[in-house]
């Protein structure tokens, strides 16, 4: 099936398993706004569950916050956000569609790359076994001439964005001109010039409007950290080198907002701020580097999936910066960024706040700014990332398709689902009696609608990964069916087993101990 096509599946399947909802979906929904769904909820507990017991619990160094999402107005002002924090948009007059001129630019390159694989694949086919890949991209002259469009493109790309004194806006609605780049609603190239818009919401604090006074909605969660570096450091007389981690909200007006929950306008991150001494950071930054990769990778997706893509154009304050991208139906995407942040936001916070933001080291005997390196994901690219993964339609040996989420067992919204039989006979005593006792050790659904069979795959398509069966033998013997979600394989099990048989593979601890 194309990769688009699964997307699709992905995102109608969300909605029809509770996963993911649009926001006011009664109303017709809100641009790039969602609700998480009875299953959905869990599947991101799960996930920020474990984030935060591999960086908070695994790391003695790694202390949490849970900071306000309203700050300070000149915490924005310092941080640059105000000034800087800017997408180039441009309109199209005929559609009144608006459009991030980078975005437009970035995806024609996509389409020269596309162009390429494309004949890739075909000579691939055409000539089998004896295909000799680099040799045939080295001298196809239709790849090479794909290639240097890419090439030019992406180096004009990179000349407007990286011009002195800011992005060449001109340079940009040029690109997009040159290029014969439409809109895809009206098919014209009726562009106007690209302006710089602000991604932050504003609202107003305070009852009258004279004394009110502007707020923004926090469009990252990392400034609450900084701004309580001082407070968490001593009331937890922190050692440097320590972090502080904090999952929370945050919100962008995104001018493009696309790709189901890829980029929406409220979100949630989960960042981490390592606070160490000036000089050491670029080891620390290849130390989260790795430890972040084997984080995403212990879930067992294949680390074909992943890559990381190196940043060579920097912020002003950031001496290293790369991003942690996996294979979606739509390509690779950025799902995580780690960066390397100086001295910038520790400084900024000073010179705005009067305030002395540095720490003492009483082992040297010096005090200094310290250096930070941060790693910041978004818990909803990585809720899509896991459900796009695990998304599967299986052709079964009778002819059927089974669609199943092969979820980690830890992130599955419901781990084990037990079913009577029938309705009778004390079958559905016997279930509820079952539950009644595992449910305090994890996630368990009872179920007694329809036949066994259509309970099995509606289990299936939420990811469960056990399901039981209780039946007339059970009352005899006490032992049940138990079935394991991905080989679909039955067994006979004791109920004084399950426990044992599925805690383990259904908790947290059990992905952390691939982390070791
Ligand atoms: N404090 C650094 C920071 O916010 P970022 O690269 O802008 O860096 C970090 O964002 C992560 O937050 C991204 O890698 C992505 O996973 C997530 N993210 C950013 N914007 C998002 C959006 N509009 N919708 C969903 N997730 C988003």
């Known amino acids: 099936m194309a990769q688009e096509d699964i997307f699709k599946k992905v995102v109608s399947h969300c909605k029809e398993y509770g996963f993911v909802f649009p926001s006011s979906d009664i109303y017709d929904g809100l641009g790039a706004v969602y609700d998480y769904g009875q299953n959905g909820v869990e599947l991101k507990n799960n996930i920020k569950q474990y984030w935060w017991q591999y960086m908070v619990l695994l790391h003695e160094n790694i202390v949490g916050l849970d900071s306000a999402i309203f700050m300070h107005p000149t915490v924005w002002k310092a941080s640059g956000h105000v000034d800087a924090f800017n997408d180039p948009l441009i309109d199209n007059r005929d559609s009144k569609k608006r459009y991030r001129a980078d975005v437009l630019i970035e995806e024609q390159i996509a389409k020269y790359d596309e162009k390429i694989e494309k004949e890739v694949n075909k000579a691939r086919k055409r000539f089998g076994d004896a295909f000799d890949e680099q040799k045939y991209r080295e001298t196809s002259p239709r790849v090479q001439e794909e290639a240097a469009k890419r090439d030019t493109l ?5 000349e407007v964005m990286n011009a002195p ?12 001109l040159d290029e014969g780049i439409v809109c895809p609603i009206s098919g014209t190239k009726n562009w106007t010039d690209v302006r710089q818009f602000n991604l932050m919401f504003k609202t107003e604090m305070g009852a009258a409007a004279e004394g009110a006074s502007t707020i923004y909605l926090r469009p990252e969660t990392a400034q609450g950290i900084f701004v309580n570096y001082l407070n968490v450091q001593k009331t937890g007389r922190m050692k440097i080198p320590f972090g502080i981690a904090q999952i929370g909200k945050a919100f962008r007006n995104e001018i493009v907002a696309r790709q189901f929950i890829f980029r929406m306008r409220e979100f949630e991150q989960m960042e981490m701020q390592f606070f160490v001494k000036p000089g050491t950071e670029l080891q620390w930054f290849d130390e989260w580097r790795n430890r972040r990769m084997a984080w995403h990778q212990a879930l067992g997706f294949g680390s074909e999936n992943y890559r990381f893509h190196d940043h060579d154009k920097l912020a002003h304050y950031a001496n290293a910066a790369t991003d942690v991208e996996f294979k979606m139906p739509f390509g690779f995407k950025e799902v995580e960024g780690i960066h390397s942040r100086t001295n910038f936001d520790l400084s900024q916070h000073a010179k705005y706040s009067g305030k002395k933001i ?7 005997n010096i005090s200094y700014t310290p250096y930070v390196i941060e790693t910041s994901i978004g818990v909803d690219r990585m809720f899509l990332s896991v459900i796009c993964h695990s998304y599967d339609e299986e052709q079964l040996p009778d002819g059927q398709t089974r669609t199943v989420l092969h979820l980690p067992a830890a992130l599955a919204p419901v781990k084990l689902a037990v079913f009577p039989l029938t309705k009778k006979d004390g079958l559905p005593e016997k279930a509820r009696e079952i539950i009644d006792e595992l449910k305090f050790h994890f996630n368990c659904k009872y179920e007694e609608k329809d036949q066994i069979g259509k ?6 398509a939420i990811g469960t990964p056990f399901c039981v069966t209780v039946d007339n033998q059970t009352l005899e013997d006490n032992t049940v069916t138990l079935r394991f979600r991905d080989t679909m394989e ?5 109920i004084s087993e399950l426990r044992g048989i599925i805690e383990d593979k259904v908790s947290i601890t059990s992905l952390l101990k691939n982390l070791k």
Do not use: A, T
């Open 358 to 364: 540095e720490y003492f080291d009483p082992d040297e």
């Open 165 to 176: 004194g800011g992005i060449d806006l001109e340079g940009m609605k040029q690109i997009i």
């Open 490 to 494: 039955q067994q006979r099990v004791n």
């Open 455 to 460: 309970r099995y795959r509606r289990q299936d």
């Open 154 to 158: 992406h180096k004009r790309y990179q």
